[in-house]
Structures are given as C-alpha cells and as structure tokens.
C-alpha cells in the first residue's frame, strides 16, 4: 500500500476524503456504501478520524484497515496523542504497522469534555511534534506522517506568527505535509502559505473543505474551532427560500468556486470532510470536473 508522500511524486494535485468511524453496523454499512460511491472519482488517499481523546481507537483502525481491503485505496489514520502516556501511543503505532497501514496525521487532539487529565499523563507525549518525533524514532521512514494547518492560527496560539513556528516544529520532528483546517476564503490560504514559508516550511499544504450543509451546526463548530465564517456564506443560509433544491446548489455553486479558485492559487490538491455523506461532495467534484477534467 502507497504511501502519501510516493503519491506526492506521481502528481501535482491530489484528491482525498476524509471519514469519521461510525459507532454501530448500520452507520459501518451507510460509511462503506458512501466511499463505494465515492470511489469513481479515484481519490488518491482517504483518512479516518479517531475521536476525542482516543474515544474510538480501535474502531478507526478496524475501519481504516477494512478501507484498505476492500477498497484498494491508502488510507491515513488519524492519531491524537493528548491523553494517551507515551506507551499506549508506542502501542497504537505498532498496531497500525501491523495493519500495514503506511499513513498517519499526527494531532494534538482535543482534551475530551468532562476529562480532569492526570498530572502523569501531561508528562508523556502531548503535543503533535512529540508525536511526529515518537513515530520517526520507532519506525524511521514506514510510515508518511501529516500534520494538521491552521490559516487563521489555531485557537490556543497566542498569534499566527506563533502558529507558524508550532507548524515548523512539527514539520522538522517528522511532518511531511498539511492538511489544513475547514476554511471559507482562498485569500486566506494564499496568505497562509505565504506565512509558513516564511518561516521555513516548504511541504505541500492541501486546503481542508467542508461543504456547506446546515447553517447551526456550521456556526457551532467554527466557534469551537476558531475558523471564521465570511458574511457570504452566512448570507447563503439567511436568505435562503423554501426551494430546497435551489438552495442547495447555491452552496454547492459556492463551494465549487472556491475549490476552482484555490486550484488556480496553487493548491495541490483538495481534502473534503465528507461527514460521511456521498453529496454535496460529489456534486461538487462533478462541478470541479467540467472545468479541470483530469483533476482527482
């Protein structure tokens, strides 16, 4: 099974789907029949998301490892360090190697709700460098290791010029390229890559989209998050008539654009956050498709 960065030397531009691991058989079913679907538009890698805290490690790896069997495609395993000592992350790793999984992103993760984290824990790995170094030092090169991007800055930096630096740290632990976080504006990416390499990180950064669905839980998300919502966007939802169909080609017209657009800056390659839902993503890719028919 290929890793990322080996795909990274065949092509300029990538196409990938992101997945969360679903907590019961009839979401396993919905989650497979959605990449089976998925799957025509040839994307290049998929990851899998490991919930808060670790709260679904097993589960991401019986699902990352099934994604690879019975689809054929590499796939990268989400790892979030936060809560875990330093031997349960050495277990993890080797769990993952054994499942000839060759992909990682290597998180923080964030501190699960209602947790009180024991002093000894923080001493272990907590921080995404950490864990690009504890990946590198056990198994060299195995795996290809991405770490996640932040163009607004991540909410717990003091300042962006801060936030560059904590990517560069992990970038020289062992990252090996970015996926961004959810973002609304191209502008914004332009003026993120500039950032970072500045400060000397010079690995692909892949934009991370989310498709626009409900407008509540966008809103409550980017909150969490620190990502910004443009008036454009909100507009989108706040004007919206009672034509369902309408309306949803509106965001979908929306998020095609600025999926073209970043292309046009540069991007190499987009990311989707799929919620593990065959559309709007596929609509979108069929947009996309009209005007860069070699792209995925």
Known sequence: MKKITDIFKEKKQTLSFEFYSPKD??????????????????????SITYGAGGST??????????????????????????????????SAINKIKEKNIRNILALRGDVPANTNLDKDILKNTCYAYQLCSLIREMHGDFFSI??????????????KESDSRYLKMKIDSGGQFVITQLFFESELYVEYTERIRKEGVDVRIIPGILPLTRHEPLVRFCG??????????????????????????????????????????????????????VNPVASILDNIKKEYKNFG
Do not use: W
């Open 224 to 277: 969490k998050c620190g990502a910004s919502i443009p008036q454009c966007v909100h507009n989108l939802f706040l004007t919206a008539t009672d034509d369902e169909e309408i309306e949803n080609k509106r965001k979908i017209d929306y998020v095609t654009g600025f999926c073209i657009d970043l292309l046009k800056k540069g991007a190499p390659g987009l990311h989707f956050y799929t919620l593990n839902k």
């Open 146 to 159: 991405g770490v996640a991007g932040f163009p607004e800055g991540h909410i717990d930096a003091p300042d």
């Open 25 to 46: 058989e009839d979401k396993t079913r919905e989650l497979f029949n959605t990449i089976d679907v998925l799957k025509k538009y040839n994307p290049d890698f998929v």
């Open 57 to 90: 490690r097993e589960l991401t790896l019986e699902i990352a490892e099934k994604i690879q069997k019975n689809f054929n495609i590499p796939v990268m395993h989400h790892l979030t360090c936060i809560t875990h000592t330093t031997e349960q992350l050495k």
